[in-house]
């Protein structure tokens, strides 16, 4: 079994920062990435950066590449989305999802049916 836990979210101003983290707990050999996926009210959950647990490959969504950044620290199993320049269109429920995939692409990692794990989520709300 894994857990994730989600932290971080909160109320920041359009053009501001915030940091989220998930902390992976649990059997963490089940899975080898972890992924940060939104969703707003109206809208489908879109996947936004993931990152893989042994390469550190990374793959961002076009939404948001350039301005959120995905890493990891491996003594901890701690996940990051570094959100720099905010925009209102941003405010959403923010999950961490970790899956296993043999092959990850940046098509296979936008698929949020294939992540068997999530977080509670966390909440962001940029104001303009």
């Known amino acids: 079994q894994v857990q994730l836990v989600e932290s971080g979210g909160g109320s920041v101003q359009a053009g501001g920062s915030l940091g989220l983290s998930c902390a992976a707990s649990?059997?963490?050999?089940?899975?080898?990435?972890l992924a940060w996926f939104r969703e707003s009210p109206g809208h489908e959950r879109e996947a936004l950066a993931v990152?893989?647990?042994?390469?550190?490959?990374?793959f961002e969504s076009d939404s948001v590449r350039g301005r959120f950044t995905i890493s990891l620290d491996k003594a901890t199993n701690t996940v990051t989305l570094q959100m720099n320049r905010l925009k209102p269109e941003d405010t959403a429920m923010y999950y961490c999802?970790?899956?296993?995939?043999?092959?990850?692409?940046?098509?296979?990692?936008?698929?949020?049916?294939?992540?068997?794990?999530w977080g509670q989520g966390t909440q962001v709300t940029v104001s303009s």
């Open positions: 999802a970790a899956g296993f995939f043999p092959f990850l692409s940046f098509t296979i990692f936008q698929n949020a049916a294939l992540y068997n794990v």
């Open positions: 649990g059997d963490t050999r089940s899975f080898n990435s």
């Open positions: 990152i893989h647990t042994y390469t550190e490959t990374t």
